[in-house]
């Protein structure tokens, strides 16, 4: 499960408007971020801390922020 959902997020990388892809506040980017989480902490708890970072990222959050 793990390596078809990060090959539907290089997907997504692939297919998404290049402004939308641009617009994320955090280093890494949340794309990117969640690749780091689910290698790290496997598919459900992985996409838990995906969703929730994807949730934060709008003004005044932002910054570097590692799984």
């Known amino acids: 499960m793990v ?3 990060i ?3 290089y997907l997504y990388r ?5 402004k939308l892809r641009s617009s994320c506040l955090f280093e890494p ?5 969640a690749i780091l989480a689910l290698k790290k902490y496997g598919f459900m708890y ?5 969703i929730n ?9 932002g910054g570097i ?3």
């Not at 992985?46 to 995906?50: N, Q």
């Open 46 to 50: 992985g996409w838990s801390k995906a």
């Open 65 to 67: 922020d590692y799984p």
């Open 14 to 18: 692939y297919i998404a408007p290049k």
């Open 53 to 61: 970072r994807i949730t934060r990222c709008k003004q005044p959050n």
């Open 29 to 33: 980017t949340c794309s990117e971020y």
């Open 7 to 9: 090959y539907f997020i």
């Open 3 to 5: 390596r078809l959902s």
